[in-house]
């Protein structure tokens, strides 16, 4: 499984950002597919989730700004972020989990000035 995320860049607060995770390999089998983020000095956190079934999940502090979703056959996830915030910024990976194992992109920079 390998998976490409994109889509980070520069936005000025209150600006919009979509974020896109390609993904190869058996991921038709993950049980969840998410998006984390790692701001600087800081641990990686959980942004987002959808599960195999379509139940989505989201941490607090992006509920209802942030949008995730994927295609039906999960070769691509999305990370739609509007109201960005400067505390939004930080390295956003996408990860896909298949059984046991988590699968984890590169990571695209999403980076909010105020």
């Known amino acids: 499984v390998q998976l490409q995320a994109s889509g980070g860049g520069l936005v000025q607060a209150g600006g919009s950002l979509r974020l896109s995770c390609q993904a190869s390999?058996?991921?038709?089998?993950?049980?969840?597919m998410g998006w984390y983020r790692q701001a600087p000095g800081k641990q990686r956190e959980l942004v987002a989730t959808v599960t195999n079934t379509g139940t989505i999940s989201y941490t607090d502090s992006v509920r209802g700004r942030f949008t995730i979703s994927r295609n039906s056959i999960r070769t691509w996830l999305y990370l739609q972020m509007n109201g960005l915030q400067p505390e939004d910024t930080g390295v956003y990976y996408c990860?896909?989990?298949?059984?046991?194992?988590?699968?984890w992109g590169q990571g695209t920079l999403v980076t909010v000035s105020s």
């Open positions: 390999g058996s991921v038709f089998s993950a049980n969840v």
């Open positions: 990860t896909a989990t298949i059984g046991p194992r988590a699968y």
